[in-house]
């Protein structure tokens, strides 16, 4: 399967202890280029450099379900630089959507180009796009004009947006509130990234996916072998 995960920036950053976090205004006014190319500037993989939990969760979906056999591409959305491939190299900042108000979300998201340059990376065909977002991400980009704008034959994934989802035959979206984290024995900020964990494991058993209902299923119902079928023979039982 051709799978895209639309991923967000963590406030949890890798960073050496002689190195300050960018702020914003560092970030505006340098090119990545040149911050990639500055001396004494670490440099990490997007993959890398966020170590949230959630973040930590999806490493993990990805590396299986790419075990098993399936095409993964992986995005971040990042309050510092916009959308971002998980391999492109970027220097520790410190700017979350979660300190902005939804006015300066809404401009700061139209500065960096969020939504055009998502749409652009939506133009490859998939089978399953998962928008693994917390609201303030959501907000980042016009969720409605992109869902319109993909496929309806793919599978969209949208967690706590249900009048979104509604009407909609191929978009379906998983309840991941504080109920949710207690019955999956996780916290709210790392359960988008449970579910997609739980979602691989599905897929490296086996599991085929033929319907929007599958994947929720998959993300929220834990894989357990069936074991024992076949292992008695009662024909001679009596």
């Given at each position: 399967?051709?799978?895209?995960?639309?991923?967000?920036?963590?406030?949890?950053?890798r960073?050496?202890?002689?190195?300050?976090k960018l702020?914003?205004?560092?970030?505006?006014?340098?090119?990545?280029?040149?911050?990639?190319?500055?001396?004494?500037?670490?440099?990490?993989?997007?993959?890398?450099?966020?170590?949230?939990?959630?973040?930590?969760y999806?490493?993990?979906?990805?590396?299986?379900l790419?075990?098993?056999?399936?095409?993964?591409?992986?995005?971040?959305?990042?309050?510092g630089?916009?959308?971002v491939?998980e391999?492109?190299?970027?220097?520790?900042?410190?700017?979350?959507?979660?300190?902005?108000?939804?006015?300066?979300?809404?401009?700061?998201?139209?500065?960096?180009?969020?939504?055009?340059?998502?749409?652009?990376?939506l133009?490859?065909?998939?089978?399953i796009v998962?928008?693994?977002?917390?609201?303030?991400?959501?907000?980042?980009?016009?969720?409605?004009?992109?869902?319109?704008?993909?496929?309806?034959n793919?599978?969209?994934?949208?967690?706590?947006?249900?009048?979104?989802a509604?009407?909609?035959?191929?978009?379906?979206?998983?309840s991941?509130?504080?109920?949710?984290?207690?019955?999956?024995?996780a916290?709210?900020?790392?359960?988008?990234?449970?579910?997609?964990?739980?979602?691989?494991t599905?897929?490296?058993?086996?599991a085929a996916?033929e319907?929007?209902?599958d994947?929720?299923?998959?993300c929220?119902?834990?894989?357990?072998?069936?074991?024992g079928?076949?292992?008695?023979?009662?024909?001679?039982a009596?």
């Amino acid at each position: 399967m051709q799978i895209l995960v639309v991923d967000q920036c963590s406030g949890s950053k890798r960073c050496p202890d002689w190195f300050n976090k960018l702020d914003a205004d560092a970030i505006d006014t340098t090119s990545l280029q040149e911050l990639q190319e500055r001396e004494q500037t670490p440099t990490y993989p997007a993959r890398d450099l966020y170590t949230g939990r959630q973040q930590g969760y999806i490493n993990s979906a990805v590396a299986s379900l790419r075990d098993a056999g399936d095409e993964v591409d992986r995005l971040f959305i990042s309050a510092g630089f916009g959308v971002v491939d998980e391999e492109t190299n970027l220097v520790p900042y410190e700017v979350t959507f979660k300190d902005y108000s939804p006015e300066d979300i809404d401009n700061r998201a139209e500065q960096l180009r969020i939504q055009s340059d998502l749409l652009d990376r939506l133009e490859n065909q998939y089978d399953i796009v998962f928008f693994a977002l917390g609201s303030d991400y959501y907000r980042s980009f016009d969720l409605e004009t992109v869902i319109d704008a993909i496929p309806d034959n793919t599978i969209v994934v949208l967690f706590n947006q249900e009048t979104l989802a509604s009407g909609r035959l191929n978009v379906v979206s998983i309840s991941a509130r504080t109920a949710e984290a207690a019955e999956q024995g996780a916290i709210v900020v790392g359960l988008k990234g449970r579910y997609l964990q739980q979602f691989a494991t599905h897929r490296t058993n086996g599991a085929a996916v033929e319907s929007p209902e599958d994947v929720v299923e998959y993300c929220t119902r834990e894989y357990t072998a069936q074991t024992g079928i076949g292992e008695f023979d009662d024909s001679g039982a009596g």
